[in-house]
């Protein structure tokens, strides 16, 4: 069965960064698109970032535009997010998505505090 796995946040200062990473399992991980999302208490979950296929193509919330990046490494099945020059407005619980035919898989998210 299609599994994502994510793993890397943490509290971290303001300024700080952090690396994010999602391991896919149980489909063909270099077929399909990758995204980012994420969760603030009180809010509704908001897109991230996203990675075409090959890693080729990126977009980004303009909200992060600039300070994340997105990459993926397909010999491993996996997905990563950059993080740099973080600030508190990006606290959540950040989720790996990915769509496996009509279906919307979702990890089980990891947790980035920004706070001094």
């Known amino acids: 069965q299609v599994q994502l796995v994510e793993s890397g946040g943490s509290l971290v200062q303001p300024g700080g960064s952090l690396r994010l990473s999602c391991a896919g399992s149980g489909f063909t991980f270099n077929l399909y698109t990758m995204r980012w999302y994420r969760q603030a208490p009180g809010k509704e979950r908001e897109f991230v970032a996203d990675?075409?296929?090959?890693?080729?193509?990126?977009d980004y919330a303009g909200s992060v535009k600039g300070r994340f990046a997105i990459s993926r490494d397909n010999l491993k099945n996996t997905v990563y997010l950059q993080m740099d020059s973080l600030q508190p407005e990006d606290t959540a619980e950040y989720y790996c998505n990915t769509n496996v035919g009509s279906t919307m898989y979702w990890g089980q998210g990891t947790q980035v505090t920004v706070s001094s």
């Open positions: 990675i075409s296929t090959g890693g080729s193509v990126t």
